[in-house]
């Protein structure tokens, strides 16, 4: 079974406007950069993002905001980006904002099939407002629902053309949960191998969840460069 596409752009051909992304990573670290910079070539708008972070300035998701391609953001940690905060302060962008643990499983249980949990975190907070809460052995709780996503971008180290991913240290943040919680998932990879080359017992998304595969080129960023004087 060989998944491997030309490009992102081939991957993304049939997102449409309106529709909702799940895009992994963590900071800088394992984001699909090159899906993302597609989406920004072809312009489709209204999206909804499901993502951790909300990009930098001019990269990443930074992107999709420059050029109005957002319509809402579903995310956790959202202080490293200017033009996100002018967009919200001025009613141009919406935003759903959540804990981060609470974000991870509510796209962890929209893979499962899960259609809402209860979580302790954020009771008794403006997260809890409009939610329904519950009691349980003297300790209140929040219920959250699932998120599920038409498409999700994932950024692994390894990959093969049958769709088996590893991912490298942080990169594991996001990406394997949304990897099961889309209608279709392209993966992005540093590196694709051969089928068998990759550790079975290291494989962390089979290639079972993902639709298209393809290899890119990266240059490594450091988000907040901190030099220690000796």
Same mark, same amino acid.
């Given at each position: 079974?060989?998944?491997?596409?030309?490009?992102?752009?081939?991957?993304?051909?049939? =997102?449409?406007?309106?529709?909702?992304?799940?895009?992994?990573?963590?900071?800088?670290?394992?984001? &699909? /950069?090159?899906?993302? /910079?597609?989406?920004?070539?072809?312009?489709?708008?209204?999206?909804?993002?499901?993502?951790?972070?909300?990009?930098?300035?001019?990269?990443?998701?930074?992107? =999709?905001?420059?050029?109005?391609?957002?319509?809402?953001?579903?995310?956790?940690?959202?202080?490293?980006?200017?033009?996100?905060?002018?967009?919200?302060?001025?009613?141009?962008?919406?935003?759903?904002?959540?804990?981060?643990?609470?974000?991870?499983? %509510?796209?962890?249980?929209?893979?499962?099939?899960?259609?809402?949990?209860?979580?302790?975190?954020?009771?008794?907070?403006?997260?809890?407002?409009?939610?329904?809460?519950?009691?349980?052995?003297?300790?209140?709780?929040?219920? /959250?629902?699932?998120?599920?996503?038409?498409?999700?971008?994932?950024?692994?180290?390894?990959?093969? %053309?049958?769709?088996? =991913?590893?991912?490298?240290?942080?990169?594991?943040?996001?990406?394997?949960?949304?990897?099961?919680?889309?209608?279709?998932?392209?993966?992005?990879?540093?590196?694709?191998?051969?089928?068998?080359?990759? &550790?079975?017992?290291?494989?962390?998304? &089979?290639?079972?969840?993902?639709?298209?595969?393809?290899?890119?080129?990266?240059?490594?960023?450091?988000?907040?460069?901190?030099?220690?004087?000796?």
């Amino acid at each position: 079974m060989d998944k491997r596409i030309a490009s992102a752009d081939e991957g993304i051909a049939n =997102l449409r406007d309106g529709m909702t992304i799940m895009m992994g990573g963590f900071g800088l670290c394992g984001i &699909p /950069e090159k899906l993302t /910079e597609a989406v920004w070539r072809k312009g489709t708008r209204d999206l909804t993002i499901i993502s951790n972070n909300a990009g930098i300035d001019g990269f990443g998701i930074g992107l =999709l905001l420059q050029n109005r391609q957002v319509k809402k953001m579903v995310s956790s940690y959202v202080g490293e980006n200017k033009l996100f905060e002018q967009l919200v302060l001025s009613g141009e962008l919406e935003v759903e904002l959540n804990p981060q643990g609470t974000l991870a499983e %509510r796209i962890r249980a929209g893979g499962a099939g899960i259609p809402a949990f209860y979580t302790p975190t954020g009771y008794g907070t403006m997260v809890a407002d409009g939610k329904e809460t519950r009691e349980f052995d003297g300790r209140h709780y929040v219920l /959250e629902r699932a998120l599920h996503a038409d498409f999700a971008f994932v950024k692994a180290w390894k990959g093969d %053309r049958m769709g088996n =991913l590893i991912y490298r240290k942080t990169t594991r943040n996001f990406n394997p949960m949304m990897a099961t919680a889309a209608d279709y998932v392209i993966a992005e990879v540093e590196q694709l191998d051969e089928p068998g080359e990759l &550790p079975p017992d290291q494989v962390h998304t &089979p290639g079972i969840f993902v639709n298209a595969i393809f290899q890119g080129t990266y240059v490594k960023r450091i988000e907040k460069r901190t030099i220690r004087k000796v």
